[in-house]
């Protein structure tokens, strides 16, 4: 167990964050490391085939021993950099640092660096450009087309961790972490085979929810002496997760196809911009199918800086229960549905009060 004793200052200091290069580097890791657990099997079978053509000689050597260099895991500063902003951060590591982190980890265990990783040890600052560029080729064709979901994840991660400190305090916040992360209202404790003892020295610690953390909470120290604690974003197996089969279409009669298949698209929230690249439909068309849905109470919404993002409400989390039932065996009778979480008269109100909105001109 890792106990992390929190001071005043550090609680005043402890933010949650994410990155975008985190979720390249680790999702690269689980890929070429170790079997991928179960809820990932659905995005690993796909990545395995993108990257198959790939030349990521310099980032598999970086990662093969399973553990990723400080530098290529810098402090996410703030929620909402892209990818490629990321990127030029990489890129402008000094190249010192980097020698030094690889030497010391190889040195740690009696080994000489590999011959792909000699580039760093020789202080380059090509070796860099090289790995940002082979991660660059990796995002592009393994993460790209998911990040809009993946993004939309970790932002309803920030949210509800800030939503838990805003209404209960940091107590609330801390409690709420993950199952492996226990807060006895002085210190944070870690479950795991390590043990230690940190103290964080009134810098606090940045925690960052990611999809490819499973099964262990990391916590770790970056060059600057911050505490960083990954942990597994809530809700990941929905980021790959097919909508559930319906093969009488039931839902589409009821709502309509699109709007059915916006529905479905919501157990992860998301952005009309996000729902229309999704379902490949106009972003007018996305507006629309939403306005029509938060009426109904199926939906609702939060903004997140500049964006708008939707989830699915209790009420349309009921709605397709309706349809997730397994079916019954032969010679049973037949029942595809089973009862919602709400009592039905409050679903069949909603749905005999919303006013439907006009079509866009």
Do not use: C
């Not at 980032?59 to 996410?76: I, R, S």
């Not at 030029?88 to 660096?113: F, G, I, K, M, Q």
Request: charged letters at 25%.
């Amino acid at each position: 167990m890792i106990r992390l004793r929190l001071s005043s200052d550090d609680l005043r200091n402890t933010r949650i964050s994410f990155s975008p290069l985190w979720e390249a580097v680790l999702s690269y890791r689980m890929l070429a490391g170790r079997v991928p657990h179960p809820i990932h099997s659905p995005w690993a079978e796909d990545a395995r085939g993108a990257a198959s053509s790939l030349d990521l000689r310099t980032l598999a050597a970086l990662l093969a021993t399973g553990m990723a260099f400080d530098f290529m895991l810098p402090v996410p500063d703030r929620p909402g950099r892209d990818f490629a902003e990321e990127l030029e951060r990489l890129r402008e590591t000094a190249p010192d640092d980097v020698a030094s982190e690889v030497e010391a980890a190889y040195s740690s265990v009696d080994r000489r660096p590999p011959v792909e990783l000699q580039p760093f040890v020789d202080h380059s600052p090509r070796a860099l450009g090289r790995l940002a560029d082979e991660l660059q080729e990796y995002w592009a064709a393994v993460l790209a087309h998911r990040w809009p979901a993946v993004r939309a994840l970790l932002e309803a991660e920030v949210l509800h961790g800030a939503h838990r400190q805003v209404t209960g305090g940091v107590d609330a916040f801390l409690d709420d972490l993950h199952p492996a992360v226990r807060w006895d209202g002085t210190a944070l404790e870690v479950s795991g085979p390590d043990h230690a003892l940190v103290d964080p020295r009134g810098r606090g610690v940045v925690f960052v929810p990611t999809v490819f953390a499973w099964p262990d909470v990391a916590v770790g120290l970056s060059r600057e002496g911050t505490v960083l604690v990954a942990y597994q974003a809530r809700g990941t197996a929905a980021v790959w997760d097919a909508p559930p089969p319906d093969p009488e279409h039931a839902l589409e009669i009821l709502l309509g196809r699109e709007r059915a298949a916006v529905l479905q698209s919501l157990r992860v929230p998301r952005s009309t911009t996000d729902l229309a690249t999704l379902l490949r439909i106009a972003a007018s068309s996305a507006s629309y199918h939403l306005a029509v849905l938060r009426h109904a109470g199926l939906v609702e919404s939060h903004r997140e800086g500049r964006r708008v993002l939707y989830r699915i409400s209790p009420v349309g989390e009921s709605l397709l229960r309706l349809w997730d039932a397994p079916p019954q065996p032969a010679g049973g009778r037949r029942r595809r549905w089973r009862e919602p979480l709400r009592p039905r008269p409050e679903l069949s109100k909603s749905f005999e009060s919303f006013p439907l909105p006009r079509p866009p001109a």
